[in-house]
């Protein structure tokens, strides 16, 4: 996990929570936990996994076949994004950030924080916002 003597800029944390997509994205969801504070990242994922199923209207589409198997075929995040425009809280604590899904905005968002840790500063979420 990235820690910062002193707290990082707003820069700094977006590229935290970008690095920590693109590794969910790519299936490699135990990277991604290490790079936060990390809340359940079974919970984030059956949240995306809910937002995706969601978003997609198409009855036929073959991302419907997974069903109960999403856990175990991880393929569809790779489809799965942040919009590329975040929006900070006014005390630039909170980063919120719009999820997509093959360009499609669903109804979910994942938010992260900045806080102080023993250490220094740390990025911490996701929490999963609807």
Request: proline share 5%.
């Amino acid at each position: 996990m990235k820690v910062w003597p002193e707290r990082p800029s707003m820069a700094d944390v977006e590229s935290v929570v970008r690095g920590y997509v693109g590794l969910v994205r790519a299936g490699r969801v135990d990277d991604a936990v290490q790079l936060v504070d990390h809340s359940s990242a079974r919970h984030v994922l059956a949240s995306l996994w809910r937002a995706v199923a969601e978003a997609v209207t198409d009855p036929d589409d073959p991302l419907h076949c997974l069903r109960g198997g999403w856990e175990h075929d991880l393929s569809w995040l790779g489809e799965f994004d942040i919009a590329e425009r975040v929006r900070w809280s006014e005390t630039g604590s909170h980063l919120c950030a719009d999820v997509t899904y093959r360009g499609v905005l669903t109804e979910l968002e994942l938010s992260f924080w900045v806080k102080p840790a023993a250490s220094g500063w740390i990025v911490a979420g996701p929490a999963t916002l609807w």
